[in-house]
């Protein structure tokens, strides 16, 4: 079952990265800005719990799943781009085993 759920995430990569090839920008920003997301676990050094609590927060596909929406929905191609990016980047970090932090 790990494996098949990994399969499924890693759809979700693709997906998202061929939802991405419709923005207008180029495609190679998507590989650009894929780690950014990272960035958000520099709140480890506050301590576990704030860290923990900013990791999930912007790795929650319904996050970005929003923000992609709000994208849409203003016209605004840069945020439809960020809810993309953060949603794949979810999407290849399950695939490689990772997932939503537990305190």
Known sequence: MKTLIKIEELAMFVFGFYLF???PFSWRWFFVF???PDIVMLGYILGNKIGTVTYNIFHHKGLAIVIHIFGAYFSFPLLEGAGIVLFS???L???FGYGLKYE
């Open 89 to 91: 980047h979810s999407a």
């Open 93 to 95: 970090d399950r695939t």
């Open 34 to 36: 894929l780690l950014v």
């Open 21 to 23: 090839v419709f923005l």
